[in-house]
């Protein structure tokens, strides 16, 4: 009981970090471009070195070969599957500049919402393999939220939503990590001998949210800022691994 306490407070720690993220632009406005990219690059340098470094090798290492790839291509496919269902959705009426600003906020947080389900199980399953490893997990998805928070709140002020709302909104989505976590607890719980594969199936979902999604957009305006922040994003936790 304790131990599946610890998992759920540690990610509920993890998911309100969108919160803050959202919280600080309402106070100081929206951070430099170069920031942000340098900001969504490190948080993927630093889930790529917990796919690379962690999850896959402890998969790798207490599972059969045939759960870690089940697991693996499952992650990938689940996640993209989500991606195209959120990206599908399109205006039938041309929408205004008001608008158009509200629907990316909405889709922004719909997608950070779905997101945080199989990051929070990641979390579970990470600090039922090894322990420790969940906490270095949530390290990495609370670097992760941080800019996603800024994100979604961004459009919806410039939108004019009110802020009561879009705070509102954030702290809706940070219990969906805690949400992901509870459910990776009584996953692994439930399936026994099945710690391998939910392992891979985290380390598929987070890999594909890396190469899919954080490194395109942190890269799209200010690619150099990204590539210096994804070196030292995943330098940086591949340190605290070695350590750990």
Known sequence: MTHTLEILWVSTIAGFATTLGSILVL??????ERFLAALLAGAGG????????????????????SQVFLGLILGLLFMAAADRKLNSTSPALPLSRRQRL?????????????HDIPEGMAIA???EATEGLGFLIA????????PEGMATAAPLK?????????LLLNIGIAFF?????????????????????????AGGAMAFLVFAEL??????????????????????????????
Request: charged share 10%.
């Open 177 to 201: 990590t805690p949400l992901g976590a509870l459910l990776g607890v009584i996953a692994v719980e439930g399936v026994k001998d099945s710690l391998a594969f939910f392992l891979a199936l």
């Open 46 to 65: 630093v889930m790529l070195a917990v796919v690379s470094l962690d999850l896959l090798p402890t998969a790798w290492k207490i599972g059969p070969p």
């Open 215 to 244: 490194w395109p957009l942190s890269r799209e305006r200010h690619p150099h800022y990204a590539l210096l922040g994804g070196v030292i994003g995943y330098v940086f936790f591949a340190l605290i691994s070695l350590l750990h």
């Open 158 to 166: 410039m939108a004019h939503v009110r802020r009561w709302k879009i």
């Open 102 to 114: 509200k629907r990316v906020g909405l889709l922004v947080a719909s997608g950070i919402a779905l």
């Open 27 to 32: 106070i100081f406005g929206r951070p430099q």
């Open 125 to 127: 399953v990470g600090q």
């Open 139 to 146: 390290l990495a998805i609370t670097l992760h939220n941080l």
